[in-house]
């Protein structure tokens, strides 16, 4: 991964939570969570194309939502190598002797070069197999909670409404059209069948199965 990549990937931790806690108490350790949204953001970073116009949180959110709604497809399970695993223990190591040398928590910059590691073998170790911790901020009386580097979050509603997005980016231009005029113009069945040609009846059938088909996407 390009070092602008991992930059984007340390930088935007903080989107990782915001999604990872949307799946709280769903019947997957927060930590499987964060894990599997790490990789998600690594896959953002890796692909993202700023010449495109597009913040890179608005790319990033719905990538890593997407890698969370996977670990539930898959039962609940983050398939990690052993490579990756021996190099998360080696962090480990790296990073508590760092701590206690210097005290404070590493860089993903200064893990790199105390491993002679690439930042994308570096980043997808720390997020997939390490428990969140924060790499540039010591936070004391914080035992047992959970750290986080430093971010401008997004709005709170951010991860719902890029969600609802990308969930709506998959129906066709007529299903849209039904779902924009229903719920964003607040238009009855009646006048919604009459703009589109169709019958109450018909409204009623379509918007109902495409109520279900979002559900399901927006678990």
Same mark, same amino acid.
């Given at each position: 991964m390009a070092a602008d990549a991992a930059r984007l990937a340390e930088e935007n931790m903080g989107l990782v939570h915001m999604c990872a806690n949307r799946f709280r108490g769903k019947g997957i350790e927060y930590d499987d969570l964060y894990g599997a949204g790490c990789?998600? %953001?690594i896959k953002a970073a890796k692909a993202f194309d700023a010449q495109r116009g597009v913040?890179?949180?608005?790319?990033a959110v719905p990538v890593i939502l997407g890698e969370i709604r996977r670990l539930f497809r898959d039962g609940?399970?983050?398939k990690i190598s052993r490579s990756l695993k021996e190099l998360s223990l080696r962090l480990t190591k790296e990073r508590e002797r760092f701590l206690l040398a210097e005290g404070r928590e590493p860089t993903v910059s200064e893990l790199c070069e105390l491993t002679g590691e690439e930042p994308e073998l570096v980043?997808?170790?720390l997020g997939a197999a390490l428990p969140p911790?924060? %790499?540039t901020a010591d936070l004391e009386g914080s035992e047992g909670s959970e750290l986080d580097i430093p971010t401008e979050p997004p709005d709170?509603?951010?991860t719902d409404r890029l969600a609802l997005y990308q969930a709506l980016s998959?129906?066709?231009a007529e299903d849209r059209r039904l779902i924009y005029l229903r719920y964003f113009l607040g238009k009855t069945q009646t006048v919604t069948a009459q703009v589109m040609g169709m019958t109450q009846v018909q409204v009623s059938r379509r918007?109902?199965?495409?109520l279900g088909m979002l559900r399901a996407e927006l678990i």
């Open positions: 990789l998600g %953001l913040r890179f949180s608005t790319y609940g399970t983050v980043t997808e170790a911790v924060s %790499l709170e509603g951010i998959q129906l066709s918007e109902k199965k495409l």
